[in-house]
């Protein structure tokens, strides 16, 4: 069985930073692409970063230059760090790989099941 843990999260002042780590647990190939998104009350998903196996990057427009992904592929790890978080960036923050569970199996996208980030003073 595959699982996906978060950890960090919380409460955080507005300008302060958070860090998130995300670990892939049980048996697998390989892990290709990993990300975090993040969803506020009454809105949709939306990406925050994702990072390849090759570490190319991505990042929503809203994070840009506040946000850094990095990754351990040894440990199967993907992190989020964000700098002078702001109220907006309340959310319930999503892990997400695409993995390889079995060298003749397709690839599948697999979720955490979300930790809550909360910027407030």
């Known amino acids: 069985q595959v699982h996906l843990v978060e950890s960090g999260g919380g409460l955080v002042q507005p300008g302060g930073s958070l860090r998130l780590s995300c670990a892939v647990s049980g048996s697998i190939f390989r892990v290709n692409t990993m990300g975090w998104y993040r969803q506020a009350p009454g809105k949709r998903r939306e990406l925050v970063a994702s990072?390849?196996?090759?570490?190319?990057?991505d990042y929503g427009e809203s994070v840009k230059g506040r946000a850094t992904i990095s990754r351990d592929n040894a440990k199967n790890t993907v992190f989020l760090q964000m700098n002078n978080v702001k109220p907006e960036d309340t959310a319930v923050y999503y892990c997400?790989?695409?993995?390889?569970?079995?060298?003749?199996?397709?690839?599948?996208?697999?979720w955490g099941q979300g930790t809550q980030v909360t910027v407030s003073s």
């Open positions: 990072i390849t196996s090759d570490f190319s990057t």
């Open positions: 997400t790989a695409k993995i390889i569970v079995r060298i003749e199996l397709d690839e599948a996208s697999y």
